[in-house]
């Protein structure tokens, strides 16, 4: 089994207790809620030069431990003084060390400062449970994984989130995955570089793929940037942002590498 299959087979086994139906009115009490701020497309949108979406990131299973964080606080203020236009918040926990208190420690503490820097709820998403979990806890975007899913499952997942007013990010690796996820009207793609089922990291899929992205969704470069210099192979090749984890978590300020990538022309 490959580590992707085995993430997702995981996910759902821990899901099970407590999955159950959720329904449209549950969803659009948060779609109808007014927002303070810019939602997750629209800041990146608006960001100069590569729009930067900064990753909370303890592990991973291809790069093991990253950080030692006793607090998502923590890394939440180093991301808010680094200007980062959005937060990515993994809150799975046997994988990445993260979980959906994180999501709620970050967000309060956007909140508590008086800032709105959107976040995205980063996990292996597959039922609208999971959706309304991420606007409980004041996310403003979650992640479809395109070839973790079936195509009710993706719509299932989509239709959740337009209801509870969140962003949705289609996360996709090859040409075929591109296909099927412009078959949901997407805003937003992001070509995740890192093969998650054997985790070689190319940024090449960026620059294959986002040319063949419709100029009009914000396309996303994620995974294994960090330089300027990667950042300037994927800007080069249409990229509007980048999702960046490891690079940021390793280092005390992370600012230099955010501004570096909005200097970007
Ligand atoms: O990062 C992994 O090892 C991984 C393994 C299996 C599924 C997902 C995985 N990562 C999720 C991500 O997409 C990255 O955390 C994100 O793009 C940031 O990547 P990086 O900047 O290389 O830390």
């Keep these: 089994m490959d580590k992707l299959t085995e993430i997702m087979a995981h996910t759902r086994e821990q899901l099970a207790p407590r999955l159950r139906p959720v329904s449209e009115a549950e969803l659009a009490r948060f779609g109808e809620r007014p927002r303070t701020g810019p939602g997750f497309i629209e800041s990146l949108a608006k ?9 909370i990131k303890r592990r991973s299973p291809s790069a093991g431990q990253i950080a030692e964080l006793p607090d998502a606080e923590e890394q939440a203020r180093k991301y808010l003084n680094a200007e980062a236009d959005a937060i990515s918040v993994l809150t799975d926990e046997k ?93 937003m793609i992001g070509v995740n570089n890192r093969d998650l089922a054997r985790f070689r990291t190319d940024l ?14 914000l396309a996303v470069s994620e995974s294994g940037i960090f330089t300027p210099e990667d950042g300037m192979r994927v800007f080069e090749a249409g990229a509007k ?25």
Excluded: N
Excluded at 47 to 55: C, D, M, Q, R
Excluded at 117 to 133: A, G, N, S, W
Excluded at 209 to 217: E, G, T
């Design 241 to 265: 942002a980048v999702l960046i984890g490891e690079a940021l978590m390793k280092q005390e300020d992370p600012g230099q590498l955010v501004s570096a990538l909005h200097e970007l022309e």
């Design 95 to 187: 994988y990445f060390g993260g979980s959906l208190k994180d999501l709620w420690t970050v967000t309060d503490f956007i909140g508590d400062h008086r800032r709105s820097t959107p976040c995205l709820r980063k996990d292996f998403m597959v039922h609208p449970i999971q959706v309304l979990e991420a606007a409980e806890a004041g996310a403003r975007c979650i992640l479809i994984i395109v070839r973790a899913l079936k195509d009710d499952e993706i719509a299932r997942l989509s239709d959740a989130a337009g209801l509870a007013g969140l962003d949705t990010l289609y996360e996709i690796h090859t040409a075929p995955e591109l296909e099927r996820a412009l078959r949901f009207e997407p805003e």
């Design 204 to 217: 090449a899929f960026s620059e294959e793929l986002i040319p063949q992205i419709p100029r009009d969704i």
């Design 47 to 55: 960001a100069p030069g590569l729009g930067v979406i900064a990753e």
